[in-house]
């Protein structure tokens, strides 16, 4: 590998907001090697080659924020480097190939070597539309950048023909004029845009129940009856000929000698066209001759079994653009064509036309170039003339039938000369047919004219006419006419939003997540949920697994029937491709603590945090960033919140919590005796008491006191304090509301309680707990617990968790995962057995379970030992299988359980209740949560 030239080394698309920019975005890890002795400056030719290939690099503001900001970078003093070069290129091909981006930045990363021993690596981002596009983009920059350095290194380079290859991408992938227009419209006003397929133009506009869709420029307020008798050339004229819209004289015809019949009662010359083909496919115009006529029939009759004839009208082409009822702009639309000079042939004629830089090869540009095609060769013919002909000076040569952009052709906006009279007509005529969004072609001499007194008809109406005459007419004013196909699908400023709920935090997301979706539901909500157990519409679950990323926040966001979405996003889908939706009405961090460190670039728990709080980004100016005031990693992001500030702190007293309810801002906590208060305005709010929260297991469940504290606020805007009071007190940590979250079951007259903690955070809060409940039952029985850890941690972060429950436990049963993550079978084992030895367990006190031997052997050997009034916590991975087991057991004794005799039960008894609740000196430890 050549040790001077930029190699990529990794790529990231980020397919919504990112730890990188609030949009979309590419990251690319680039190493420039020897190149880092070597800015732009040291390279002889190399800027100069660089500007030549891509003069438009000169508009680049880079840090300067003005046009050439970027060459005097390159030029200043000894240049900058290669990385910021590529990203720079990068961006441009892009905007070249029609994807209009802009932002960009190069880091490099310290600390990190690269293929020549020297600090080379650069962290590249930059914006991007699509990212077929963007990839493509960034191939073809390293390439130039490494062609620039050597010539030789680069085999058969073609920048042109390359550059080609990526317009070629963009037109595939990206929006066509029309459906672009109107998501940049909807997303100018706030209406959030979500492509449905690659490489179509289906767009779904707002979430869930607001939702609305287009397809190019029809709608879902189109109606299908309507698109229908559009698409049937025949039957639409016959009924805009019966209410006395003029229309030309015409038929269809099946059969050539039909087709004959028909031009000789019409009177030649006439139009042959199919009858429900778009885009001017398989027309013939100006039919002179029974000769022609039977060419002109052969062609429809590639695309159409049933062929129109009609008369052929003299005038010019018009189209009327008319959106729900009302007339909107017009054009006059000119078809692909050259004047002949009487020197060049019309191939030469059209090359030079096609030098025109407003023309591109698809939709990149405001033009699209003239394409020479068989229809075209015949269309020639038509006229007298070949490719090679030398038309006369001053002649038009017509070089297609339509006067479609797609296909070369122009366009004069007339929006502002069409006479009201035939304004009027184009709106009757799209009523007639009954169209949300109509293209209406006129043939007329004069559009500023009558065309009922002054002659002309309307000869065709569209279904999802195209936009591009009108946006960007060659002549004329650009009309916005996607705004007023916003304003149909969304009146009165509305954008088709439904609340969103972002739930974040190391631990404890998917059980305040589920608490708040369960308060919801009873209020009368249909909320789609996200959580590591699955993707829940209305309560029901629809899709079971890990679902905390964009993929799964998309699938609610596209559910018609949700009113309310409660999204769990976690720190892996973040870093993988961002957020699946752009603002949030509420934002949270719950807390951030040692977890996944090592991964994904993110080393310590102040990155952590930095990644987390991506959510705080995207809360709306209007909504809500809730801050957890007793944990200092979450208080750090406050600034990043741009909407409302909201705090919560499981201390009165929290010296942040008193400042910022001095200024009238809102609160959540607790008071002494033990009630949850909002505090807003001044005004101080009671909600409700611990003991009536059956999950807080009468205030020792500290962690689920924190989430209680979380659910209030979010939910403080959109319910009445008796709904919260409601779903706070019917919240239950068990099987059926949170599976495997804080699960009590109670066997053989002890407890058993099925969680999951995955860092040192949730085995502290389960310490906390089971050392609360024990106390309460006066210290009888036993404690033990059944533990296995991910795989996926480092071994430093492992070796902290287990060395916090030494110690605090009778028995220690040791098993490993079902996914091992990558670790050899007994390796987490045996990690967890050395740990807890070296910190003074003793060896009976453990029994191990690896290898050969499964979780549910654990779960097995653990109900053996287990007496009653005994406290197990129970780490269950696969939590199904685990609660199968344990049901199965508690069937064969439930004929004598009676014989048992339990202790109360702390969720709902009273008695020993505490007078005061002082939580100042607790750490903020939440309950467990997948991170994925």
């Known amino acids: 590998m050549n040790p001077r030239s930029l190699e990529i080394i990794t790529k990231r698309v980020y397919r919504g907001p990112n730890r990188y920019s609030y949009g979309r975005g590419i990251a690319i890890e680039v190493d420039i090697g020897d190149l880092e002795l070597e800015p732009t400056g040291k390279i002889e030719g190399f800027n100069e080659g660089l500007l030549d290939l891509i003069p438009t690099l000169h508009t680049h503001t880079c840090s300067y924020d003005q046009e050439g900001g970027f060459v005097r970078r ?53 914006e991007l539309k699509n990212e077929e596009t963007g990839l493509a983009a960034s191939e073809l920059a390293k390439k130039v950048v490494n062609w620039l350095i050597d010539n030789s290194s680069v085999e058969d380079f073609d920048y042109n023909k390359e550059l080609i290859e990526v317009i070629e991408i963009a037109e595939e992938y990206s929006f066509g004029p029309s459906t672009g227009s109107i998501v940049d419209e909807a997303r100018s006003r706030g209406i959030p845009a979500m492509r449905l397929r690659k490489t179509s133009s289906l ?30 050339k025949e039957l639409t004229l016959q009924m805009l000929y019966d209410v006395g819209i003029p229309v030309p004289k015409g038929g269809t015809a099946r059969r050539l000698s039909s087709a004959l019949a028909e031009a000789h009662r019409t009177k030649f010359p006439v139009v042959i066209k199919p009858l429900n083909v778009s885009h001017g496919r398989g027309i013939s115009l100006n039919v002179n001759n029974e000769a022609e006529l039977k060419v002109a029939y ?83 013919s038509d006229q007298g003339y070949q490719i090679d002909s030398i038309p006369e000076k001053g002649k038009f040569v017509q070089l297609v039938s339509t006067g479609n952009m797609s296909t070369g052709g122009t366009a004069i906006d007339v929006t502002d000369i069409i006479h009201y009279d035939n304004i009027k007509l184009a709106e009757r005529a799209v009523k007639t047919i009954g169209l949300d969004i109509a293209g209406i072609d006129i043939i007329a001499p004069d559009i500023s004219k009558p065309i009922k007194t002054h002659g002309g008809a309307i000869i065709e109406i569209n279904a999802a006419p195209g936009l591009r005459m009108h946006l960007e007419p ?53 909320v789609g949920l996200t959580t590591t157990d699955g993707i829940y519409i209305d309560g029901e ?44 009405d509420v934002g949270m961090i719950l807390n951030v603590s040692d977890d996944h460190l090592g991964k994904g670039g993110v080393d310590t728990v102040e990155e952590l945090a930095e990644v987390k709080a991506v959510v705080y980004d995207q809360v709306k100016e ?71 929260i059956p999950s807080t297991f009468k205030g020792r469940a500290v962690f689920n006191i924190q989430n209680a504290l979380f659910v209030v606020a979010s939910l403080t805007n959109y319910l009445s304090i008796n709904d919260i009071k409601t779903g706070l007190s019917t919240f239950y940590t068990d099987r059926n509301q949170v599976p495997g979250r804080m699960n009590v079951e109670r066997i053989k007259g002890g407890r058993v309680i099925i969680d999951y903690g995955h860092n040192n955070s949730a085995l502290q809060a389960q310490i906390q707990l089971i050392e609360g409940l024990w106390h309460d039952q006066g210290k009888i029985g036993r404690k033990a617990i059944v533990i296995g850890m991910p795989g996926d941690r480092s071994n430093s972060s492992l070796v902290k968790a287990i060395k916090g429950i030494a110690g605090k436990y009778d028995r220690y049963f040791i098993k490993e995962d079902w996914n091992l993550r990558k670790r050899a079978p007994g390796e987490i084992a045996n990690l967890i057995n050395e740990t807890l030895l070296t910190n003074q367990v003793k060896p009976e006190e453990i029994e191990i379970f690896s290898k050969d031997k499964t979780e549910l052997d654990a779960v097995k050997a653990m109900y053996e030992w287990m007496n009653a009034n005994d406290i197990i916590i129970l780490q269950a991975d696969d939590i199904g299988k685990v609660q199968k087991y344990l049901l199965k057991e508690l069937a064969k004794i439930r004929v004598d359980d009676t014989s048992i005799q339990y202790l109360s039960d702390p969720s709902t008894d009273t008695e020993d209740e505490p007078t005061t609740y002082d939580f100042s000196s607790q750490v903020a430890i939440k309950d467990r949560e997948d991170s994925d």
């Open 622 to 692: 209007s909504g809500w960033g809730i801050i957890n005031a007793d944990d200092p990693l979450v208080v750090d992001q406050l600034d990043r919140i741009d909407g409302e500030v909201v705090l919560v702190s499981l201390s009165h007293e929290n010296p942040i919590l008193l400042e910022h309810t001095k200024n009238g801002k809102t609160s959540v906590t607790v008071t002494p005796n033990g009630v949850i208060q909002l505090i807003q305005g001044g005004s101080q709010t009671p909600i409700i008491h611990l003991r009536d």
């Open 74 to 126: 390159l030029t200043e003093e000894d240049g900058t480097w290669m990385g910021h070069v590529f990203e720079h290129i990068a961006i441009e091909i892009q905007n070249l190939a029609g994807v209009k981006v802009s932002h960009g930045k190069t880091r490099q990363i310290k600390n990190r070597k690269g293929r020549t021993d020297k600090a080379s690596i650069y962290r590249v981002y930059f």
């Open 203 to 232: 767009v779904q506009f707002g979430w869930g129940i607001n939702q609305k869709r287009i397809w190019a420029s029809t709608s879902t307020e189109s109606r299908y009856i309507a698109v229908e008798i559009a698409q049937d």
């Open 474 to 526: 060659t002549e004329g004013i650009n009309r916005n006419v996607a705004r007023p196909i916003v304003d149909m699908l969304f009146p009165d400023n509305s954008n088709g939003r439904i609340p969103l709920i972002a739930v974040t935090g190391t631990n404890g997301k998917t059980t305040t997540s589920r608490w708040i979706a369960h308060t919801l539901k009873l209020a009368g909500y249909k």
């Open 298 to 380: 052969e062609l429809a009759k590639e695309y159409s079994r049933t062929v129109i004839v009609e008369k052929f009208l003299e005038g010019k082409d018009y189209r009327i653009l008319v959106i729900n009822g009302k007339f909107v702009a017009a054009a006059n639309r000119i078809p692909a064509h050259v004047y002949g000079d009487g020197v060049l042939t019309i191939q030469q004629l059209v090359d030079e036309v096609n030098k025109d830089p407003r023309r591109g090869i698809g939709h990149e540009k405001v033009l699209t170039q003239i394409k020479i095609n068989e229809s075209a060769l015949r269309m020639l």
């Open 541 to 584: 679950v629809e899709y079971t697994g890990d679902c905390t990323g964009p993929w799964s926040a998309k699938v609610v966001l596209r559910d018609p029937t949700v009113d309310f979405a409660v999204l769990e996003t976690a720190r892996g889908g973040i870093l993988r491709e961002g957020l699946g939706w752009d603002f949030c």
